[in-house]
């Protein structure tokens, strides 16, 4: 099937597959199940494709597998070779199903809990063999680990302006009061910035992409909240919310829905304060068949999810 110089290469697609799969396992055991196939066999393909080249791919302990320097680089030209011959195959029933793979997705924290999640699950319904890979971290870094490579693309809502980078817009959401139930100010249709900062006020810290971008917009602002309280991110300050220590400002995504027994979100006004999520990719980078689906399912959900976060905001 393959040959180098007019020399044949002694292995086929089954022995690159377990190869790839010992590689993401680090497990014969887990790679021979993985590929429905017993040890001793899948110990077979591994030692003829060895064979074949003439070098060793796999260092192997009583605990477990590893690759060598050889095996590393052989590991990234095989999975390069799989994912452009599942580019090939995509259309024909069945492939994107079997195929295993891994997927790395950098986000911000306020897009995990509720919208992220939902995409994933639905994801590995459809894929249940491709492993997902969740960076949450802060929109600075989320762009820098896709710039890198360390991530295969980003949810984000900064890169838009970046040369090497690919903006796809996905919502435009404002900015929301959360509040417990019980709080005086879940009874109103809206909020403004200088009502709510009349209540102990929570704040995710200088170094959040949301701090800066609520700093901005509120700027000269006479009355402007001023917190008391400050997290990292925008779910820990949710948590300080739920227990009853103030209320803080929030992207309307990080939200739950209508029903949640502890947490309202209040529309705020004077001004309305709004940020674009898109998806972020590298310019020039073609994504693995398993990325490229994950992809596109961000824009299948997003209608979904944004349909819902105008009901709670107008509510």
């Not at 990292?232 to 209320?247: D, K, N, R, S």
């Not at 693995?288 to 689906?293: R, T, Y």
Request: aromatic content about 8%; proline content about 4%.
């Amino acid at each position: 099937m393959l040959a180098v110089r007019d020399v044949a290469i002694n292995f086929n697609l089954n022995d690159l597959q377990a190869f790839r799969a010992v590689a993401e396992l680090s497990s014969f055991r887990k790679a021979a199940e993985a590929l429905h196939v017993s040890q001793p066999a899948f110990s077979r393909r591994i030692e003829k494709l060895e064979e074949a080249l003439g070098v060793r791919l796999l260092e192997r302990t009583t605990r477990r597998v590893s690759l060598t320097a050889v095996g590393r680089d052989f590991d990234r030209k095989v999975q390069q070779l799989l994912d452009d011959l599942d580019l090939t195959l995509l259309g024909i029933r069945g492939v994107a199903t079997t195929r295993m793979g891994e997927v790395t997705i950098a986000c911000v924290p306020s897009t995990v809990y509720y919208f992220v999640s939902q995409v994933i699950s639905r994801y590995h319904e459809r894929y249940p063999k491709v492993r997902v890979k969740v960076f949450d971290a802060s929109a600075n870094e989320v762009l820098a680990a896709v710039l890198r490579g360390e991530a295969d693309f980003g949810l984000n809502f900064i890169g838009g302006q970046e040369p090497d980078i690919e903006f796809k817009p996905l919502m435009e959401e404002r900015f929301v009061a959360a509040c417990r139930r019980d709080h005086p100010l879940a009874g109103k249709r809206k909020v403004s910035w200088t009502e709510l900062a009349q209540y102990d006020y929570i704040s995710v810290s200088k170094a959040s992409g949301n701090r800066l971008l609520l700093d901005q917009a509120l700027s000269g602002l006479p009355g402007r909240p001023q917190a008391i309280y400050e997290a990292q991110h925008v779910t820990t300050m949710l948590g300080l919310v739920e227990a009853g220590l103030g209320v803080a400002a929030v992207p309307s995504i990080a939200m739950p829905g209508a029903d949640h027994p502890l947490l309202v979100s209040v529309p705020l006004v004077d001004p309305v304060v709004s940020r674009k999520v898109g998806l972020i990719r590298r310019k020039g980078r073609t994504l693995s068949p398993a990325a490229l689906q994950f992809f596109e399912f961000f824009s299948e959900m997003k209608g979904r999810r944004v349909q819902a976060g105008k009901k709670r905001a107008s509510a």
